[in-house]
C-alpha cells in the first residue's frame, strides 16, 4: 500500500539575534558579512580568559512585547522567544482561532541555564554568607529564593507554556532539551507531528541565553571558546585551519510551518518546504564528536530517508 506523506511548508520567520533584532536586520548584517561579536556588556568579564561573547543589543522586551502580565513570568530569553514568535505569527498571517487551536501545536528547544546568576548571587548573599547554606534562612531572608516568579521562570517547561498562552495553541506541546542541537531537533519534532497528522500547523523554534558569569565559566574551563579578545569579529571560523574555539551566542528564531494543501489553498507565501530531518547522538566525548562522524552521517540519512514523497508499506494477507 502507498500512501501520500503530509508536505510541510514554511509559512513564517521570525529572528531575534546578536545580528538584529528582526529578521530584516539580521538577513541584512549577513549578507554584508558583519560581525556581532564585541566585548561583553551584560556583566564586568575582566577576570575571565574569554571577555567576547555575540549578545543581543538593543532588545526591548516590553516595546517588543508589550504584555507586561506576560514578561513577568519570562526570562531574558523567554522574552527573545516571544518576540521571534510574535515576528513569526505576523510574518505567516495565520494563527489559532477557537475552531483550530487544537490543530495548532508548539515545540521548542531551549537552554540549559534555569536560574539567572544575579538569582545565584543573591541566594548566596542572604542564605551562605559564610560559605556553608543555611536552608533556615532561604525563606527568611525573602528575595529570590522566597519569591515562586523566579521559580516558575526556572522551570524546563516555561518557554512552551508563555508561548502557547501568548498565542492561544492548546494542541501539541513539547520542549527539547539537547543542548546545541535543540532547536534543529524542534524543527524536526514539529515536521513529524505535522506529518502524522496531530496538527495542522506548528510554531517551532529555539531561544537561548548563556552569557552570564556561570555559561561563560563553564565554557572556559572546557578551553571550548575562542580566546580571541583583541580580535573579536574574527573569532568565529569554525571551518578556517586556524580555529581555537567557538564564541558563546543568545537570542532566538521561530518558523510557522504548515500542511502543504492548506497552505496553498489559503495563498500563504511559501518559504520553502521542509522536506525531512534527521537526528542522532554519538555520545563520544562532551566537547566533540566520534572521529568517524558516524553522528552525523546517521542524521543526514536520516533527513535523506524521511523525504521521500511517498510511504510504501507491505501488509500481510487476511487470512481465510
Known amino acids: 500500500m502507498t500512501?501520500?506523506?503530509?508536505?510541510?511548508?514554511?509559512?513564517?520567520?521570525?529572528?531575534?539575534?546578536?545580528?538584529?533584532?528582526?529578521v530584516a536586520s539580521t538577513w541584512d548584517a549577513l549578507l554584508a558579512a558583519r560581525s556581532a561579536v564585541a566585548p561583553i556588556a551584560s556583566?564586568?568579564?575582566?577576570?575571565?580568559?574569554?571577555r567576547i561573547a555575540a549578545e543581543v543589543k538593543g532588545f526591548d522586551p516590553e516595546r517588543a512585547i508589550g504584555d507586561r502580565k506576560l514578561l513577568k513570568s519570562a526570562n531574558r530569553s523567554h522574552g527573545f522567544a516571544?518576540?521571534?514568535?510574535?515576528?513569526?505569527m505576523r510574518d505567516a498571517?495565520?494563527?489559532?482561532?477557537?475552531?483550530?487551536?487544537?490543530?495548532?501545536?508548539?515545540?521548542?528547544?531551549?537552554?540549559?541555564?534555569?536560574?539567572?546568576?544575579?538569582?545565584l548571587a543573591e541566594v548566596h548573599r542572604l542564605a551562605a554568607a559564610d560559605g556553608a547554606l543555611d536552608p533556615g534562612r532561604l525563606l527568611a531572608a525573602g528575595g529570590s529564593a522566597a519569591n515562586p516568579m523566579v521559580f516558575c521562570r526556572s522551570q524546563s517547561t516555561a518557554g512552551v507554556a508563555l508561548l502557547m498562552?501568548?498565542?492561544?495553541?492548546?494542541?501539541y506541546a513539547s520542549s527539547v532539551h539537547t543542548a546545541c542541537a535543540s532547536g534543529g531537533q524542534a524543527v524536526g519534532t514539529a515536521l513529524k507531528v505535522i506529518r502524522r497528522g496531530v496538527a495542522d500547523c506548528a510554531l517551532a523554534g529555539g531561544f537561548d541565553s548563556m552569557i552570564n558569569p556561570v555559561g561563560l565559566a563553564g565554557f572556559c574551563l572546557l578551553n571550548a571558546v575562542s580566546p580571541d579578545n583583541e580580535t573579536p569579529e574574527r573569532a568565529s571560523r569554525p571551518f578556517d585551519a586556524t580555529r581555537n574555539g567557538f564564541v558563546l551566542?543568545?537570542?532566538?528564531?521561530?518558523?510557522?510551518?504548515?500542511?502543504?494543501?492548506?497552505?496553498?489553498?489559503?495563498?500563504?507565501?511559501?518559504?520553502?518546504?521542509?522536506?525531512?530531518e534527521g537526528n542522532s547522538l554519538s555520545s563520544y566525548r562532551i566537547t566533540d564528536s566520534h572521529p568517524s562522524g558516524d553522528g552525523p552521517i546517521q542524521a543526514m540519512r536520516q533527513a535523506r530517508d524521511s523525504g521521500t514523497s511517498t510511504i510504501s508499506t507491505r501488509t500481510a494477507p487476511r487470512p481465510r
Open 82 to 88: 516571544l518576540a521571534a514568535a510574535d515576528q513569526a
Open 93 to 119: 498571517g495565520i494563527g489559532p482561532t477557537p475552531a483550530t487551536d487544537t490543530r495548532w501545536a508548539c515545540v521548542v528547544g531551549t537552554g540549559m541555564m534555569g536560574v539567572t546568576y544575579d538569582e
Open 3 to 22: 500512501q501520500e506523506r503530509r508536505r510541510v511548508a514554511i509559512t513564517g520567520i521570525g529572528l531575534v539575534t546578536p545580528a538584529g533584532c528582526d
Open 249 to 276: 551566542g543568545e537570542g532566538a528564531g521561530f518558523l510557522v510551518l504548515e500542511e502543504w494543501e492548506a497552505a496553498r489553498r489559503r495563498g500563504a507565501r511559501i518559504y520553502a518546504e521542509l522536506a525531512g
Open 165 to 171: 498562552r501568548r498565542f492561544g495553541i492548546r494542541g
Open 43 to 50: 556583566f564586568d568579564a575582566s577576570g575571565f580568559p574569554v
